[in-house]
């Protein structure tokens, strides 16, 4: 008798900005923890990040507030 393979179980991934599961098409992997991209927003002035983004200190920041 063969074993049956199991298909590998994958783990819907959390949002490191709200903690809700991500279901969403597109997942933000920024800083090693997965984002909404609603919910990737400078740690200063909360201006959401769609192209690029700036970290220091385990912190997101837009380039403004980065060279501030």
């Known amino acids: 008798m063969q074993g049956k393979t199991r298909p590998e179980k994958r783990e819907i991934p959390q949002c490191a900005g709200c903690n809700q599961h991500i279901l969403d098409k597109f ?5 090693d923890r ?3 991209s609603s919910c ?3 740690a200063d ?3 959401q990040l769609a192209e690029r983004c700036f970290s220091r200190a ?3 920041y837009c380039k403004e507030d ?3």
């Open 40 to 42: 990737l927003k400078c």
């Open 45 to 47: 002035c909360h201006m």
């Open 34 to 36: 997965h984002w909404h």
């Open 27 to 31: 997942i933000l992997k920024v800083l």
């Open 66 to 68: 980065f060279f501030k």
């Open 58 to 60: 385990g912190s997101v």
